[in-house]
């Protein structure tokens, strides 16, 4: 059974940092992406980032220079390291994968975990 584990959300002041882990676990993830959506109330779910198993990232433009992905293979974990974070990214974030550094198709979720970004 495959399962995607997010955890590091939280309550952050504006400009401050998080950082945000997924433990995958129930099959071998080599040939998958792992990466990043979030959905805001009222809003639909968006891409934020990706990365591939050799080291291929890809961003939204929204948090480029921002934000940083990484990924422990041995662990089947991805990260994302948030910066100067704003209110316009509180959200719920949710690890996924894909067979694309696009992730325009997903194959597994994670439950997600909450991000707030007080003003």
């Known amino acids: 059974q495959v399962q995607l584990v997010e955890s590091g959300g939280g309550l952050v002041q504006a400009g401050g940092s998080l950082r945000l882990s997924c433990a995958a676990s129930?099959?071998?993830?080599?040939?998958?992406?792992m990466g990043w959506f979030r959905q805001a109330p009222g809003k639909e779910r968006e891409f934020v980032a990706a990365r591939a198993w050799g080291g291929n990232t890809n961003y939204a433009d929204s948090v480029k220079g921002r934000f940083t992905i990484s990924r422990d293979n041995a662990k089947n974990t991805v990260y994302l390291q948030m910066n100067r974070l704003k209110p316009d990214d509180t959200a719920v974030y949710r690890c996924a994968t894909s067979r694309y550094l696009s992730m325009s198709t997903q194959d597994y979720w994670g439950q997600g975990t909450q991000v707030t970004v007080s003003s």
């Open positions: 129930g099959r071998t993830f080599s040939s998958y992406v």
